[in-house]
């Protein structure tokens, strides 16, 4: 036989035990593809004894351990058994995939003092759609990926040398010339940006793994014991008055107690997830050369997606893909804000330079004034923030983004002096006379802001003093009648006859267009267009430009199915796109398609309010339609974006599935832990305390979540884990004294329960020995 005969019957015994192996591999497959498998059971106890143990087709055993009684099976398995102790009965095992689910009640006997229940397959075990899957499993390898990439590419090149050669044997001189000069250049193009590209990628790999296992020194840069406080707006101090977050109150109580010096950092992003901490690990421990690092995070990734990666992806594997992306969001989002998701004394520092570079290059009073309070809203700050709000006020009357800043000062500096002096009673009820002392004193400087003015009502109406309230309103509307707002938070102030009597009079002597077209809206939501509408028409006969109006207007036409009015204002159009989306939402059971960032900003606000009230009784009826969008409409017009003026961040809307942002919050976690531990330095973890209940099961999920994964992780890597959420349970039904209010609508600490974090930090530092060098 000669060498190609003795190759190819090679060739053919290595295929046809390659083709015997994955027969036999495939054949022998039940389960494919991704299960959740969860149970209950009427006890507690024995659950670290309940486990799935899982054999591959090749009979090699896998242990899966459950967390909170569930976990994702992922993979080719033979057989599928849940194991559990002898003395759990009535156990309900349920196992589900993207196609069926299937519910499990054994009754076995007890053997070796357990139980084993073998689950039954949900999937196609017909051996074509087997090999199917497993060939599509291969094939997402990125192994796999990356060689068949490289395939790819060689035979790119070899087809174009292929034609360079063909194109020199087949033209005449002249034509060869030109074709193979194109080729030439289009093959070494193709070829150096694979070169390039390589090389990018190499780089970025070893200067990755250099940056992450390198040793710092890590000698001290003073002689202060330093503590490092990484985290997110639990760390920041969200929730509490300014200088009572947990790091701060941290140093406090060492000082007193250690009788030593000490600096405690506060790392805090607001809103800040894993990754953006993961991207300052490292310059802030070469910064401060911490004695000890606090951590805690987690809980922001579930909404805030920078900096997520979808591992499974192929393009994902390559570091240089990843860099592309960073760019372009960076790019991306530049303008959207100011600058996404920086630290907190960053975001402060921007707010300061726009400050004066309205001052010094635009020369623009009301601009520098403007920045100026948002400025000192993002130091908390409360009162020099009101001083500018008011100076801007005073210069720009009646503003929507000036009024909306003195709101939140006032609302904040309200927040700080009730917790200093009026615990005793509830803060919706307390009204504070030094707030209403700085109110009056700014209007007596400020006497041309009449949002001022607006404010101390507001400010009586929400502590419920209604009476004085009216009695300013009905001040303010005789002195300025052609204000829409005015008459918007008359609605919020009178009774429904009141309000009638008001708007129905024949001899009120408004009769303005703001008063003619909050009389509109006032027979919208009383279920009258044809009224509404004669309204709104007069005011746009004598403005044709009143973006309230032809709101209004947009509203019946969009019933009746006819043309949309627009408006030459920037805002009103945009509310009148809104109107749109409400409409889709109500009748057409639709979300809107508008990606412009200023509509999803006023959009976002309202859409979950709508939506639930409406799909609670949805009768499709005039009354329904009209009613909700007048309401929302004019409410859009007063909107306060807390969020925008003390710590700005974008939320992406992505459709992840929870356990790949599990698994990126622990992957991320785990890096920046061996960061630490690989230099040196010692960490402690702990979880987020948890606000009692009734409060948001999405919160508390996420909580709990990321809660789990620092416990599990201590335990791994023994790290000094402190159960926050546990030591604050002790208190039974004072732990909700721990918590803001809960009709601020957020789920962070107070300044009290900051301290209760900043004691527990303590005692496990004391406990653990750190204050020894």
Same mark, same amino acid.
């Given at each position: 036989?000669?060498?190609?005969?003795?190759?190819?019957?090679?060739?053919?015994?290595?295929?046809?035990?390659?083709?015997?192996?994955?027969?036999?591999?495939?054949?022998?497959?039940?389960?494919?593809?991704?299960?959740?498998?969860?149970?209950?059971?009427?006890?507690?106890?024995?659950?670290?004894?309940?486990?799935?143990?899982?054999?591959?087709?090749?009979?090699?055993?896998?242990?899966?351990?459950?967390?909170?009684?569930?976990?994702?099976?992922?993979?080719?398995?033979?057989?599928?058994?849940?194991?559990?102790?002898?003395?759990?009965?009535s156990?309900?095992?349920?196992?589900?995939?993207?196609?069926?689910?299937?519910?499990?009640?054994?009754?076995?006997?007890?053997?070796?003092?357990?139980?084993?229940?073998?689950?039954?397959?949900?999937?196609?075990?017909?051996?074509?759609?087997?090999?199917?899957?497993?060939?599509?499993w291969?094939?997402?390898?990125?192994?796999?990926?990356?060689?068949?990439?490289?395939?790819?590419?060689?035979?790119?090149?070899?087809?174009?040398?292929?034609?360079?050669?063909?194109?020199?044997?087949?033209?005449?001189?002249?034509?060869?010339?030109?074709?193979?000069?194109?080729?030439?250049?289009?093959?070494?193009?193709?070829?150096?940006?694979?070169?390039?590209?390589?090389?990018?990628?190499?780089?970025?790999?070893?200067?990755?793994?250099?940056?992450?296992?390198?040793q710092?020194?890590?000698?001290?840069?003073?002689?202060?014991?330093?503590?490092?406080?990484?985290?997110?707006?639990?760390?920041?101090?969200?929730?509490?008055?300014?200088?009572?977050?947990?790091?701060?109150?941290?140093?406090?109580?060492?000082?007193?107690?250690?009788?030593?010096?000490?600096?405690v950092?506060?790392?805090?992003?607001?809103?800040?997830?894993?990754?953006?901490?993961?991207?300052?690990?490292?310059?802030?421990?070469?910064?401060?050369?911490?004695?000890?690092?606090?951590?805690?995070?987690?809980?922001?990734?579930?909404?805030?997606?920078?900096?997520?990666?979808?591992?499974?992806?192929? +393009?994902?594997?390559?570091?240089?893909?990843? +860099?592309?992306?960073?760019?372009?969001?960076?790019?991306?989002?530049?303008?959207?804000?100011?600058e996404?998701?920086?630290?907190?004394?960053?975001?402060?520092?921007?707010?300061?330079n726009?400050?004066?570079?309205?001052?010094?290059?635009?020369?623009?009073?009301?601009?520098?004034a403007?920045?100026?309070?948002?400025?000192?809203?993002?130091?908390?700050?409360?009162?020099?923030?009101?001083?500018?709000?008011?100076?801007?006020?005073?210069?720009?009357?009646?503003?929507?983004?000036?009024?909306?800043?003195?709101?939140?000062?006032?609302?904040?500096?309200?927040?700080?002096?009730?917790?200093?002096?009026?615990?005793?009673?509830?803060?919706?009820?307390?009204?504070?006379?030094?707030?209403?002392?700085?109110?009056?004193?700014?209007?007596?400087?400020?006497?041309?802001s009449?949002?001022?003015?607006?404010?101390?009502?507001?400010y009586?109406?929400?502590?419920?003093?209604?009476?004085?309230?009216?009695?300013?309103?009905?001040?303010?509307?005789?002195?300025?009648?052609?204000?829409?707002?005015?008459?918007?938070?008359?609605?919020?102030?009178?009774?429904a006859?009141e309000?009638?009597?008001?708007?129905?009079?024949?001899?009120?002597?408004?009769?303005?267009?703001?008063?003619?077209?909050?009389?509109?809206?006032?027979?919208?939501?009383?279920?009258?267009?044809?009224?509404?509408?004669?309204?709104?028409?007069?005011?746009?006969n004598?403005?044709?430009?009143?973006?309230?109006?032809?709101?209004?207007?947009?509203?019946?036409?969009?019933?009746?199915?006819?043309?949309?009015?627009?408006?030459?204002?920037?805002?009103f159009?945009?509310?009148?796109?809104?109107?749109?989306?409400?409409?889709?939402?109500?009748?057409?059971?639709?979300?809107?398609?508008?990606?412009?960032?200023?509509?999803?900003?006023?959009?976002h606000?309202?859409?979950?309010? +709508?939506?639930?009230?409406?799909?609670?009784?949805?009768?499709?009826?005039?009354?329904?339609?009209?009613?909700?969008?007048?309401?929302?409409?004019?409410?859009?017009?007063?909107?306060?974006?807390?969020?925008?003026?003390?710590?700005?961040?974008?939320?992406?809307?992505?459709?992840?599935?929870?356990?790949?942002?599990?698994?990126?919050?622990?992957?991320?976690?785990n890096?920046?832990?061996?960061?630490c531990i690989?230099?040196?330095?010692?960490?402690?973890?702990?979880?987020?305390?948890?606000?009692?209940p009734?409060?948001?099961?999405?919160?508390?999920?996420?909580?709990?979540?990321?809660?789990?994964?620092?416990?599990?992780?201590?335990?791994?890597?023994?790290?000094?884990?402190?159960?926050?959420?546990?030591?604050?349970?002790?208190?039974?039904?004072?732990?909700?004294?721990?918590?803001?209010?809960?009709?601020?609508?957020?789920?962070?600490?107070?300044?009290?329960?900051?301290?209760?974090?900043?004691?527990?930090?303590?005692?496990c530092?004391?406990?653990?020995?750190?204050?020894?060098?």
């Amino acid at each position: 036989m000669n060498k190609s005969k003795y190759i190819l019957i090679i060739s053919a015994v290595v295929l046809l035990g390659i083709l015997s192996a994955l027969f036999f591999f495939v054949s022998r497959i039940n389960f494919y593809g991704e299960y959740q498998i969860s149970y209950k059971k009427n006890t507690n106890n024995g659950a670290d004894q309940i486990f799935l143990e899982c054999v591959t087709p090749t009979n090699r055993k896998i242990v899966i351990p459950f967390r909170s009684d569930k976990t994702i099976v992922s993979g080719f398995f033979k057989n599928i058994f849940f194991i559990y102790p002898c003395h759990c009965d009535s156990l309900r095992i349920t196992a589900e995939n993207n196609i069926s689910q299937i519910a499990y009640t054994p009754n076995l006997p007890c053997t070796h003092d357990k139980k084993i229940f073998e689950l039954k397959t949900l999937n196609d075990t017909s051996f074509q759609k087997k090999l199917i899957a497993f060939i599509v499993w291969v094939f997402n390898i990125d192994f796999v990926k990356i060689l068949l990439f490289i395939c790819v590419f060689i035979l790119v090149i070899f087809a174009s040398y292929l034609l360079y050669k063909k194109a020199n044997h087949n033209y005449s001189k002249s034509q060869r010339n030109i074709v193979a000069q194109t080729l030439f250049i289009l093959i070494s193009f193709i070829l150096w940006v694979f070169i390039i590209f390589v090389l990018l990628e190499l780089s970025l790999r070893v200067f990755g793994t250099y940056y992450r296992t390198k040793q710092d020194n890590i000698s001290q840069g003073d002689k202060n014991f330093t503590v490092l406080c990484i985290g997110d707006s639990f760390t920041y101090g969200i929730g509490a008055k300014q200088g009572k977050s947990y790091p701060e109150q941290l140093e406090e109580i060492i000082e007193k107690e250690e009788k030593m010096p000490v600096r405690v950092i506060n790392a805090g992003i607001c809103a800040g997830n894993t990754f953006q901490i993961l991207e300052q690990i490292q310059a802030l421990l070469k910064s401060y050369k911490p004695d000890v690092v606090i951590m805690l995070f987690g809980m922001a990734n579930s909404w805030n997606y920078y900096g997520f990666s979808e591992e499974e992806t192929f +393009l994902n594997s390559f570091k240089t893909y990843k +860099l592309i992306l960073r760019i372009i969001e960076n790019i991306k989002y530049k303008e959207s804000g100011f600058e996404m998701h920086q630290r907190a004394e960053e975001f402060s520092t921007t707010l300061f330079n726009k400050t004066w570079h309205a001052f010094i290059e635009n020369r623009k009073a009301f601009e520098t004034a403007y920045h100026g309070g948002r400025y000192f809203l993002s130091l908390k700050k409360w009162q020099d923030a009101l001083k500018c709000f008011s100076y801007a006020s005073s210069l720009c009357p009646l503003n929507d983004s000036t009024r909306n800043g003195l709101w939140i000062s006032t609302e904040k500096m309200d927040y700080d002096l009730f917790y200093n002096n009026y615990q005793f009673n509830d803060i919706r009820l307390t009204l504070m006379p030094e707030i209403i002392q700085t109110i009056d004193t700014l209007i007596s400087n400020y006497p041309e802001s009449v949002d001022l003015n607006i404010i101390k009502y507001r400010y009586y109406a929400v502590k419920g003093d209604t009476t004085t309230a009216i009695k300013l309103l009905d001040s303010l509307i005789a002195e300025y009648p052609d204000n829409f707002v005015l008459y918007h938070d008359m609605e919020k102030l009178l009774t429904a006859e009141e309000l009638e009597d008001f708007f129905e009079c024949e001899n009120n002597v408004l009769k303005t267009n703001s008063f003619k077209t909050a009389n509109g809206y006032f027979y919208l939501k009383k279920n009258k267009p044809l009224l509404a509408r004669i309204y709104f028409e007069e005011v746009l006969n004598k403005d044709k430009d009143d973006g309230i109006a032809a709101l209004g207007i947009n509203i019946i036409n969009l019933k009746n199915n006819s043309d949309v009015i627009t408006a030459k204002d920037n805002k009103f159009f945009l509310l009148m796109q809104i109107q749109k989306a409400v409409y889709n939402i109500i009748y057409k059971k639709k979300e809107n398609q508008i990606e412009h960032q200023e509509v999803q900003k006023y959009s976002h606000h309202f859409k979950n309010k +709508l939506i639930d009230d409406l799909e609670k009784n949805l009768e499709k009826s005039d009354s329904v339609y009209y009613v909700n969008s007048a309401t929302i409409m004019t409410s859009l017009l007063e909107i306060v974006h807390e969020d925008f003026f003390l710590y700005h961040y974008n939320k992406r809307s992505k459709s992840i599935k929870d356990e790949d942002v599990l698994k990126w919050i622990e992957n991320d976690i785990n890096n920046i832990t061996d960061i630490c531990i690989k230099q040196g330095f010692k960490i402690i973890c702990m979880n987020y305390p948890i606000i009692p209940p009734p409060n948001s099961e999405e919160t508390s999920f996420w909580a709990v979540q990321a809660g789990f994964i620092w416990e599990h992780l201590s335990r791994q890597k023994n790290i000094p884990f402190i159960n926050q959420d546990s030591i604050f349970d002790l208190l039974g039904d004072q732990k909700i004294s721990l918590f803001e209010p809960r009709f601020t609508g957020t789920e962070h600490c107070n300044e009290k329960g900051y301290e209760l974090m900043a004691w527990n930090i303590y005692k496990c530092m004391l406990k653990n020995k750190m204050f020894e060098k």
